[in-house]
């Protein structure tokens, strides 16, 4: 079965700095996601992604916060300056193929970062 | 603002039956309805999808009612399996963006 891929699993980095979240959509779709969820909390909404461009994004997507689809084959979240509250497990999604005949939506597994 | 509900934190059922979680909905323009599968610390797994032009959609053991009218929708699990024991969330979608995810049922199976 197709899935996402995200690296790495965990991330542990010191308040302030840049960290880069990773992840390989699913190959033959055309629209990818990121999501957080902070411990105990629920799932949040960051960013919706398609042709190129942001399609949506929360008031969490502040300018602290960018995707970017390199080189076709990965989507990745950059979080500039860390802080504390960035502790959270950031799922990464896909969605809508056009070869297939039913909708399907796609998340990774997560990577957790630790801001410390 | 809570566009996807489900009102029962929790479901227990007997292995080999069938477990029925609900899911409403207060948004008319939503047009795709997906249901997920999730362990504490993974992401949420994929199960079964319902775009808002059909009433019914089966893959295996699972299938997913949409009544638009009264803003509902359903996943049936037949028969339930021990393996089955995990938080399930509706998810709705319109246009492509964001999900908006319910809170959560917990379901057991019981052996």
């Known amino acids: 079965e197709p899935e996402v891929t995200q690296t790495p699993s965990h991330q542990v980095t010191q308040m302030g700095q840049e960290v880069i979240l990773r992840c390989v959509p699913i190959s033959n779709h055309l629209y990818f996601y990121w999501y957080r969820q902070i411990l105990g909390q629920k799932v949040e909404f960051l960013v919706s992604f398609y042709n190129n461009e942001i399609s949506e994004k929360s008031e969490i997507f502040d300018d602290q916060f960018s995707v970017e689809r390199p080189d076709g084959s990965n989507f990745t979240l950059k979080i500039r300056s860390t802080k504390l509250e960035d502790s959270a497990m950031y799922f990464c999604?896909?969605?809508?193929?056009?070869?297939?005949?039913?909708?399907?939506?796609?998340f990774g597994q997560g990577t957790r970062l630790t801001v410390v | 603002d809570q566009q996807v509900k489900q009102n029962s934190p929790s479901l227990s059922v007997q292995e080999g039956r069938i477990s029925i979680l609900n899911c409403d909905y207060t948004n008319s323009m939503f047009d795709y309805f997906l249901w997920y599968k999730k362990y504490p610390a993974e992401g949420p797994t994929f199960l079964i999808s319902i775009s808002s032009i059909k009433d019914k959609n089966e893959d295996g053991r699972f299938t997913v009612f949409l009544n638009k009218s009264a803003k509902h929708l359903s996943l049936h699990i037949v028969p339930s399996q021990p393996g089955d024991s995990a938080v399930y969330f509706c998810?709705?979608?319109?246009?492509?963006?964001?999900?908006?995810f319910g809170s959560g049922t917990k379901l057991n199976v019981k052996p």
């Open positions: 999604a896909s969605s809508v193929t056009t070869t297939s005949l039913e909708y399907e939506a796609f």
């Open positions: 998810a709705a979608q319109y246009n492509f963006n964001k999900f908006y």
